[in-house]
């Protein structure tokens, strides 16, 4: 009787695998999400808070971070 190995194999539950060019897990994201987070409103006060307000780049590095955490 033959007995396929890919079926009695259980599926590894491992680091997610995203859209980041690097196998990660949670923390990984996260401290990913909060190195961007610092860097673009540092980068923001450099270079757009004369013309956009600070709260519109805070927006926009939450939702960042979030969807980095999420879906990475």
């Known amino acids: 009787m033959e007995h396929n190995i890919e079926e009695e194999t259980p599926v590894p539950r491992g680091p997610k695998h995203g859209f980041l060019p690097i196998v990660t897990n949670w923390f990984d994201r996260?401290?990913?999400?909060?190195y961007l987070f610092v860097a673009?409103?540092?980068?923001?006060?450099r270079f757009l808070e004369q013309?956009?307000?600070?709260?519109?780049?805070?927006?926009?590095?939450?939702?960042l971070g979030a969807l980095i955490v999420w879906k990475g």
Request: hydrophobic share 70%; with cysteine.
């Open 30 to 34: 996260l401290f990913i999400g909060i």
């Open 40 to 45: 673009l409103e540092l980068l923001w006060m």
């Open 51 to 63: 013309s956009i307000p600070l709260t519109v780049c805070h927006v926009l590095a939450i939702a």
